[in-house]
């Protein structure tokens, strides 16, 4: 009886992985949908939504650390990020960006001395950056759009191409003591995801690639990879699973978004580093594609 039931461990175990397999590809087209028609409006609806995914964030982030951070913390970042993202949608952005340094700062500091950790500080960094920086980098106009489908698109090649080199050609292991899944061939074929998807976007978007481009994308794409170790990271070491349940197959918003959030700030701040330099406008989807889309 026991063999019969070795012989069928195999196959049920395929079956559930198949299964797995079709959940996450569903839940993944709905969201990308999802996603891909609000960032096309653009505008109020677009900050709107980095605003929700913004708290979604920061509660899967306090609830994955939960035994490092106080209820007393939790409450301060949640009402540190209403302020901050409140000043930003009514347009005070100066004062935005002061209010989270403010509030890391006294966060950190606060933590420091009750408990030797920053992971309440690091949860509103987690949240408030990338939201500052999908809603800087989307401006309400063309170039806004391009240089945001671009960030999804070499991410999400990333992700696709990693999750399938990796089940297909194995091989040695890229961070077994951070997690065990990934591979060198899987790491690899992110970057030609990456590059494959953004290159495609480029050209339908009517530029010339040059070499420029395919540099920024090759950091974005190693950086998002970095950060889905980071939260992987993160998750060993508080032993949680998922940051959440909210999505089918994949499990929280933070599991789904973690290197499209940190590749999204890396590119904010490259770009906002360029236009410091240059003395150009505030206009960073402009900066970004006379930067690396224009010859």
């Known amino acids: 009886m026991s063999g019969a039931e070795d012989n069928h461990a195999p196959s049920v175990k395929k079956t559930l992985m198949s299964q797995e397999l079709k959940l996450r590809i569903i839940s993944a087209v709905i969201l990308a949908v999802l996603v891909l028609a609000i960032t096309w409006i653009g505008g109020q609806t677009f900050t709107l939504l980095w605003a929700v995914i913004a708290f979604l964030v920061l509660r899967e982030f306090n609830r994955m650390c939960a035994k490092s951070i106080s209820m007393a913390s939790r409450t301060a970042s949640f009402i540190a990020l209403v302020l901050i993202v409140g000043s930003w949608l009514i347009g005070d952005r100066q004062t935005a960006i002061v209010m989270f340094c403010s509030g890391f700062i006294v ?103 040059i070499l420029v481009f395919f540099i920024i994308i090759l950091f974005a794409a190693v950086v998002s990879q970095l950060g889905d170790l980071m939260e992987s990271s993160i998750k060993r070491k508080f032993a949680v699973k998922d940051s959440g349940t909210l999505i089918p197959g994949h499990g929280g918003v933070l599991d789904r978004v973690d290197g499209l959030i940190v590749a999204a700030v890396f590119i904010w701040l490259v770009t906002l580093y360029i236009s410091f330099q240059n003395g150009q406008s505030n206009d960073l989807p402009t900066v970004f594609v006379n930067a690396f889309l224009k010859p």
Do not use: H
């Open 107 to 209: 966060l950190a500091l606060w933590q420091l001395f009750v408990s030797r950790s920053i992971w309440s500080a690091l949860g509103l960094a987690y949240a408030a950056l990338p939201f500052f920086a999908m809603s800087d980098l989307r401006s309400d106009n063309n170039n806004g759009l391009i240089v945001i489908l671009l960030l999804y698109f070499c991410v999400w090649g990333a992700d696709v191409f990693a999750y399938f080199a990796g089940r297909t050609i194995g091989g040695p292991k890229l961070a077994p003591s951070i997690s065990p899944n990934k591979t060198w061939s899987g790491f690899i074929g992110s970057l030609v995801g990456a590059v494959l998807l953004s290159y495609l976007v480029d050209l339908a978007a009517g530029f010339d690639p």
